[in-house]
């Protein structure tokens, strides 16, 4: 069984940062791609930013040059600073891993629970 647990959400003011955390744990192979995605109230989940096991990243155009997505394959965590925040970052914050969980078995997808990120104006 996989587990991905977030923390560090909160309520920070507009300009200010807030960094991100999500640890994997449980029985798997390797984790490909790892990732940050966000829901507004009354708003699709929508992908924040992603990086590779290789640590390649790529980041939503709203967030490009403010966030910073990073992992640590030993830990198997995933980050993700985000600076000069805007209300407009207000969300739920989901990481979500691509697991393979036996060495050439499928890879499957597997969501935190999310932490809430409150930016006020």
């Known amino acids: 069984q996989v587990r991905l647990v977030e923390s560090g959400g909160g309520l920070v003011q507009a300009g200010g940062s807030l960094r991100l955390s999500c640890a994997a744990s449980?029985?798997?192979?390797?984790?490909?791609?790892m990732g940050w995605y966000r829901q507004a109230p009354g708003k699709q989940r929508e992908l924040v930013a992603i990086?590779?096991?290789?640590?390649?990243?790529i980041y939503a155009d709203s967030v490009k040059g403010r966030f910073t997505i990073s992992r640590d394959n030993a830990k198997n965590t995933v980050s993700l600073l985000a600076n000069t925040l805007k209300p407009e970052d207000t969300a739920v914050y989901y990481c979500?891993?691509?697991?393979?969980?036996?060495?050439?078995?499928?890879?499957?997808?597997?969501w935190g629970q999310g932490t809430q990120v409150t930016v006020s104006s």
């Open positions: 979500k891993g691509i697991v393979m969980i036996r060495e050439g078995s499928g890879q499957y997808q597997y």
């Open positions: 449980g029985s798997f192979f390797s984790i490909n791609d």
């Open positions: 990086i590779t096991s290789g640590g390649s990243a």
